[in-house]
């Protein structure tokens, strides 16, 4: 969407900053032993205690109220009996409408003890993230945000998931503008109004370059080939003086 007025943007703070602490709240309770569908339950009564839905049941009918995705799971987990491991590289990804305004963040958590390369692969996942977020503004480029953040990822030794891409969102979960790379795409031409609503949220792997279905159920995503994958998300709206970040808890 493009937000046109003051009452839409109050709405998008209000969504934004409830999801930001939802995903804020599990990553703080995620812990060894406890199993993925706990964790969802966390963010399900946070999101109900706010008077927000979730998104991806709402839109899609998904069988939990958050993606949890663990290890070689890169996307779109279901909640369910796996238990947090020691070690663990856990991708949450919260999103929730309230009064027909949606908002979608995400951040991967690595459940202590964590190797160094893991350390620094969660670490630079948010750079590239925030490298995405600053080329954010009214009349610029979409595409220069996957150049960035591909010189960012060329430059630190990492890959990029090519078939996983940011969206448009706002009135619902996913509209346009639809497959906003955040990889180099020099077939990208389009430029962002004062005022578009949508995500930026790069995966950024050591060694994965697509994600693949599952063969056990018609929603988890796999890295491809197998490697540690992070993804982190905000929504965000293009505005003449750059990025509004919705997505921040408070």
Request: hydrophobic share 40%; charged share 20%; net charge negative.
């Amino acid at each position: 969407m493009t937000i046109s007025n003051e009452e839409e943007l109050a709405c998008l703070k209000e969504i934004g900053r409830i999801v930001a602490n939802a995903l804020e709240a599990m990553g703080k309770a995620l812990e060894p032993g406890m199993t993925t569908s706990e964790l969802d339950q966390i963010g399900r009564k946070l999101l109900e205690a706010a008077g927000a839905r979730s998104a991806p049941e709402l839109a899609y009918a998904f069988p939990g109220a958050t993606c949890i995705s663990v290890n070689e799971e890169i996307a779109h987990g279901i909640p369910g009996v796996r238990r947090i491991a020691r070690g663990d590289l856990v991708n949450i990804d919260v999103s929730a409408e309230k009064d027909g305004f949606f908002a979608d963040t995400g951040a991967s958590f690595a459940v202590p003890p964590v190797n160094r390369s893991i350390e620094r692969l969660c670490k630079d996942g948010r750079r590239a993230m925030w490298t995405g977020l600053r080329q954010v503004g009214a009349g610029k480029p979409i595409a220069g945000i996957g150049q960035a953040i591909g010189t960012f990822a060329r430059k630190y030794g990492y890959t990029l998931v090519k078939n996983l891409a940011s969206h448009g969102v706002g009135l619902s979960l996913h509209e346009k503008p639809t497959e906003i790379a955040t990889w180099p795409d020099a077939s990208e031409r389009r430029t962002m109004s004062d005022g578009l609503v949508f995500t930026v949220e790069p995966f950024l792997s050591i060694g994965a370059e697509w994600a693949e279905d599952a063969d056990d159920d018609p929603w988890t995503l796999y890295s491809s080939p197998r490697a540690p994958t992070v993804q982190y998300e905000h929504t965000v709206i293009a505005t003449h003086n750059g990025p509004l970040v919705l997505t921040l808890p408070g």
